[in-house]
């Protein structure tokens, strides 16, 4: 039978009760990201390899009235075949608390080179898809969106 700990068997209420006893407050702030964040990021992913402008196209709303869950999409011109394909799909965000918000890997197989997903956005910021060819190249679109109620919130004690 497996030893429970007295810390693991304390309840929540028990935590905040004690916590509230010593004159502890919980503080709510967002995420402290910034854009150097996101370009070391990009940087990880690409290396020293050039990135250019077009092929993707990076579908997001301008402005978002909640920031909790974005619909976002990421195409890719490129006939998918053998010689010719996307091996990968980037999204960085600048003030996001990890800039890398989604990485997929594809083939030729694939068929289509697009992803659809929700993403949640902490603030006003810059959303960049990049995008890495068969080739060795990568191509990129930025979208600025508007966050008026963010997300991506850290509680800190």
């Given at each position: ?37 996101m370009k070391a990021a990009i940087r990880r992913v690409v290396g020293d ?105 850290e509680e800190l004690p």
């Open positions: 039978m497996p030893r429970i700990s007295p810390l693991s068997a304390t309840t929540r209420r028990q935590i905040l009760a004690a916590a509230g006893g010593l004159g502890a407050a919980l503080i709510v702030r967002p995420a402290q990201a910034t854009p150097d964040d390899a050039p990135v250019k402008p077009g092929k993707v196209k990076l579908n997001l709303p301008p402005l978002v009235e909640n920031g909790n869950t974005v619909a976002m999409s990421v195409a890719v011109d490129s006939p998918m075949t053998a010689k010719d394909y996307v091996k990968a799909i980037h999204v960085f965000t600048e003030k996001n608390p990890q800039p890398n918000i989604i990485s997929v890997q594809l083939g030729p197989r694939a068929g289509k080179a697009e992803i659809q997903t929700r993403v949640r956005l902490a603030d006003t910021q810059s959303v960049v898809a990049i995008c890495e060819l068969s080739d060795g190249s990568f191509w990129s679109h930025t979208v600025d969106v508007i966050i008026t109620l963010g997300a991506c919130l």
